[in-house]
């Protein structure tokens, strides 16, 4: 996972919304405070842990490129996004 997507995962595991996460960047602050304030960790090691977790998630399809990934996908309106995957190598 690239730190884009461990950041959007980590937005979404505080529970922050779009607003708030641009509230988050804009003031100058980083992603460790509420992830230390939350979890005890900072982000670095937060995505440590989601990389090690990211093979326990599905498998699924991408649409556009039919490559198996396992993806932390967030579910609203019916519908999924990826926030962060990983290509399974065989």
């Known amino acids: 996972m690239n730190t884009v997507e461990i950041q959007l995962l980590a ?21 460790d405070t509420p992830l230390k304030e939350r979890f005890g960790v900072d982000l670095k090691t937060f995505g440590k842990i989601a990389n ?27 519908r999924g996004t990826v926030t962060a995957k990983e290509a399974i190598h065989n």
């Open 52 to 78: 090690a977790l990211i093979p326990l998630t599905p498998v699924i399809e991408q649409p556009q490129t039919h490559q198996l990934i396992h993806a932390f996908v967030q579910f609203q309106d019916g």
């Open 11 to 31: 937005e979404q595991a505080l529970g922050l919304t779009p607003d708030q996460a641009d509230t988050l960047i804009d003031s100058g602050e980083d992603y």
